[in-house]
């Protein structure tokens, strides 16, 4: 069964097909820049020549019928007939409390998904057009949404409640909802698999560390809390998000700077972090190269570990207990430096890891703790899109 998973930004998308036999991925691309005259297609089909084409691509439907014609085509085709490609995976980024799996797309799921605008009005648009657009052009094949709070939604509700007049939760749904959690959930289950537990039996912290950045605790394989809230902005510092900070600052920084909502909101968001505090740039291998000759480089560093290992102290205090440690994304899954540091201020938990293992490089899930360490802390590489695909065809195969 061949599975196509779609992942659609405002002007941007990104894909891979799956072949569920082995779940290899025999083709996978992007498109950037849609709605301009000089869009960018870049499609790499496994075991043929890469394409990259520049050329007038104004809305997503025609990206993704172009995308489709170099599937089949000749020269740079995987498949012979569309028609292999038996359903579609969708990334949607938000799932509200709607959503708690993922979901065989209807006309009462896109509504639903409408629904959600308000709580992420720069992503789920764009993920409803991916999805509309691929009904357009494959009518009659299953659509499959796979959400990135979704995993969060067993979070009991001391944990996903704000301490905020209860008429905001009711009235407008604020509240912790979490992100990345299709990674979440693909990296404590491989962790499981790789240290030959159940999941049942494991506490879990797993920290994704890319440019956006979040902590969950896993217990008994259920998301229990994670450090993103209402949206990707609350918890770790990361590449260009400020995480946590005195929500009083907000409206000081607006009248003293005399800034708009938008400017603010782009200040938390666009101009903070890494790059905020560096003043160098966003990108963690930046900071790294820095870090010995440059002070704000330095503190940008230190600060970034101190509060990834607060968040770990946090979630062992959640759970009672940590089983297993795990890294992953960009940053987690690359930076020795930064997995050192964290594990070096840890030993009261037991935590103690293996510099040797810790300094290889490689593409596998990895244990680089000592056998002497009472947590097991593991470099599990993410692969978001191959989880959509099993979720996917999961999905497909239930509602059959
Ligand atoms: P995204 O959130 O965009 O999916 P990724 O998970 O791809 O992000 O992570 C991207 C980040 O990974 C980059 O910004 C960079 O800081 C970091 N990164 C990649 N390689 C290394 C490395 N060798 N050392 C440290 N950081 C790295």
Redesign the pocket.
């Known amino acids: 069964m061949k599975i196509f998973v779609l992942n659609c930004g405002s002007s941007s998308l990104k894909y891979q097909l799956f072949d569920m036999k082995d779940e290899s991925v025999i083709a996978s691309g992007k498109v950037e820049r849609i709605g301009m005259e000089d869009a960018i297609l870049t499609h790499e089909p496994t075991g043929k020549e890469d394409l990259k084409l520049v050329t007038e691509i104004l809305d997503h439907t025609t990206a993704i019928e172009k995308v489709f014609n170099y599937l089949v085509d000749p020269k740079y085709g995987v498949i012979s007939d569309i028609n292999e490609i038996e359903a579609v995976g969708h990334r949607v980024v938000h799932g509200g409390e709607v959503f708690s799996d993922s979901v065989k797309v209807d006309a009462q799921v896109k509504a639903a998904i409408k629904g959600t605008f308000d709580l992420a009005p720069l992503h789920n648009p764009a993920n409803l057009v991916g999805i509309e657009a691929v009904e357009t052009v494959l009518p009659g094949v299953p659509n499959v949404a796979v959400f990135d709070t979704a995993f969060h939604q067993t979070m009991p509700k001391k944990a996903y409640m704000y301490a905020l007049p209860r008429i905001l939760y009711k009235k407008h749904k604020i509240r912790r909802y979490g992100f990345h959690g299709t990674s979440h959930k693909y990296v404590s289950q491989k962790a499981a698999e790789f240290l030959s537990k159940s999941i049942e039996d494991l506490k879990i912290v797993s920290c ?6 979040s902590i969950a605790a896993i217990d008994k394989g259920k998301s229990v809390d994670t450090s993103m809230g209402m949206t990707p902005l609350e918890g770790l510092m990361m ?1 260009t998000r400020s995480g946590d900070i005195d929500p009083a600052i907000i409206p000081f920084v607006m009248e003293k700077e005399d800034l708009t909502l938008n400017e603010v909101n782009s200040m938390l968001n666009k101009h903070s972090g ?1 790059l905020g505090v560096s003043g160098i740039g ?7 190269e820095n870090m010995d000759s440059n002070e704000n480089a330095k503190l940008a560093f230190d600060m970034y570990e101190y509060r990834i290992r607060k968040y770990i102290g946090a979630y062992a205090a959640a759970m009672n207990g940590i089983d297993v440690l795990i890294f992953t ?3 987690g ?3 020795n ?2 997995r050192k540091a964290i594990a070096n201020n840890l030993t009261y938990l037991g935590i103690e890891i293996d510099d040797k293992l810790n300094n290889i490089r490689s593409k596998e899930v990895r244990r680089i703790s000592t056998p002497n360490s009472k947590v097991e802390v593991l470099v599990v590489p ?1 692969n978001e899109e191959l989880m959509i695909a099993r979720d996917t065809l999961r999905i497909v195969k239930s509602s059959k």
């Open positions: 994704h560390i890319g440019n956006g950045a590449g890494l966003s990108d963690m291998r930046d900071i790294e994304a960009g940053v899954e690359n930076s430096i930064l993410t």
